[in-house]
Every structure is written in C-alpha cells, then in structure tokens.
C-alpha cells in the first residue's frame, strides 16, 4: 500500500490524505458518541470500564454510532451491550464536542423500558445504579461523563429544553494542544 | 493497494474492511452535518445548490464537521462558506438521523452577527432570505432542511426546547432500502 499524501484536491481548501497512484482521497471526519443518562428512582447507571481508555473507570453507557443506525439506535445498542439494560429514550440531554479527539456525543436522558434490570456487558467490570451522592466522582473516565451527568442534575425529571453543550469553563474537550 | 476483506475482527461484533497483507481496520463511520437556520426579521437564509448532489435545489448553509472542530465551529464555518455570512449561534434547533446514507445532522438557530450580509460562496449559485410563504418549497434540496425548517416554524423566536428529532410519519431518511 503506498503512502499517503497530503495536499489539497481541486476543488477543496483543506488537506487530505490521497493515495498518490490511485488518487483516492480518505477523508478523515469527526466520530459520533451516543449514550444515555438512564434514570431509575433518581439514581444513574452507570458502568465501570472493562477496556481502553480508562479501564477501570466509570462511564454512562455510551459508544460509537454504526453507520446504518439512527442516534436512537445507537444508543438503545450501547445501553444493551455495555450494561444488559432495554432502555427508553426520553429526550436529547446534550451535546458535546470532544474536537480534540475529533469526537461529538449526542447524550439522551433515559428510563429502564421494564423496570431497572442490568447486568455488566463484556465492556463492563460491573454497573450499578447510583444516586447523585453515590457517583464514583473520583473515578470518572471522561469530563463529557461529569458534563452529562450534571445536565441531567439540572434538568432534574422536568421536560427537557435545549440540549446541554460543552461548558464554557471547561475546555479540556476543546482546547488546542501545544505542538 | 489489496482488496480489503470483510470479516469480525477479535473482540468485536460486526464485520468490518480489514486490509488482508497489513491488518488494519478501515472502520467506516457514519458523518456528521453541521448547519444553521440563520432568522432575520422572520426570514430564514437558505442557499441554492452550485454543487450535486441536488444542484440547482435549495437548503440550509449546512455541510460535513471537519476534524478537530466543534460543532459551533462548524456551523459558523459553513454559514461563511456557503453565504458568505458572519452568524451568532442561538441553541440547537434540531438532530435528524439519516441513517441510509449514514449521516446525523445537527442543525442550530442562529441570526447574522452584524446585520443580513450574505452573498453566494462557491458552493451556491444564489442565496436569499425568505419569510415562510417564500420558501421555494418545490425546490427543496433534501429532507432535513423541510425538517429543520418545520421545527424552526413551530420553535419561533421563543427560547429553544429539546431539539427536534426526525418527525415519526417520514421515514425518508431512516427507512431500509429493498436489497
């Protein structure tokens, strides 16, 4: 397989990658997270991470889109895979930009579709419900885990409004890193 | 460059292109669009196509989130692409699956940032503002921007709710083609 080049193809105005004897042009875009804030009696599932990153972390059921899902699909697929639960979805929670890592994640508010069954899927250590007071806070995997959780926090079990997006505060997601 | 091959790599659960000589996954995901409705006085900006697919047809200031931009970063980076038009991001008007063609659009509201100054970048052959009534509705270029437009006609100038997801009695964008 030949190297890659970058330069611009006709036409666009950024770099790509294009395979110099093919002039095939791969395209690298940005990767799509869905996952859900399941609620259950004011407590939040949540699964302890079986894998990189971060294994040995806390999460909220969450993966990547597939291509030929819907955002719904997904995350219903990530709730039953990582933590054995048949959600449904209520709402869009947030959205958040991960750039850095060229990462969106779309995270819906969610109940158990019947009654609060779980168990830890093959990503998962183990899982459990946990009220607010309860969440392994010291043992988050990823800030967008914090930022999720504390929409969720805010929008308590009203009707949800406009999604939640990054927090101007917290620019770990978003920020230019030197070099 | 060996044809790719398709097969469950270990550890996961769906076929995936695997290249037969080196190993590497060619994962294939699904894109994300980023786009506004960009309102002043009542009117919403919309863009004649310069480019297939659907030249000719009118949409949304609307196209691909490039690598290591946020979402915001997009939509504004498109508004001036494709109108030449310097806009304010409200909230998040709506997120539509387009799962046949694996795409999840997420569409803001937004105004100009300092007065309706817009021209036709190099991707429209036109652009112009329209009230409702305008809207050249037989000449819309896809789906999701009739969505878009809808969830903007029931949202008005009021502060934003959850975002609109794809409407339930249109399943253009979702459904599974035969074969």
Redo the contacts between chains.
């Keep these: 397989?030949?190297d890659f080049v970058r330069r611009v193809p006709d036409g666009d105005?950024?770099e790509r990658l294009i395979?110099p004897?093919?002039g095939h042009i791969a395209y690298?875009?940005?990767?799509?997270v869905v996952g859900s804030v399941v609620v259950e009696s004011g407590a939040v599932l949540m699964c302890r991470r079986a894998i990189e990153p971060r294994i040995g972390f806390w999460t909220l059921p969450a993966g990547?889109?597939?291509?030929?899902?819907?955002?719904?699909?997904g995350a219903l697929r990530e709730a039953w895979?990582e933590a054995q639960a048949e959600i449904s979805l209520d709402?869009?929670l947030g959205?958040f930009?991960v750039?850095?890592i060229?990462q969106?994640q779309?995270i819906f508010r969610a109940r158990f579709a019947q009654g609060p069954v779980f168990a830890a899927g093959t990503e998962s250590l183990e899982v459990g419900l946990f009220g607010w007071a309860e969440i392994p806070w010291q043992e988050i995997a990823f800030p967008s885990v914090r930022w999720a959780l504390e929409a969720w926090r805010r929008a308590g079990a009203e009707?949800?409004?406009?999604?939640a997006?990054?927090p101007s505060e917290d620019s770990r997601g978003?920020r230019r890193l030197p070099g």
């Design positions: 397989m030949p105005n950024r395979c004897d093919c690298e875009n940005p990767k799509i990547y889109l597939e291509l030929g899902e819907t955002i719904e699909e895979e709402g869009i959205v930009s750039s850095r060229g969106v779309i009707p949800l409004g406009a999604p997006r990054n978003t």
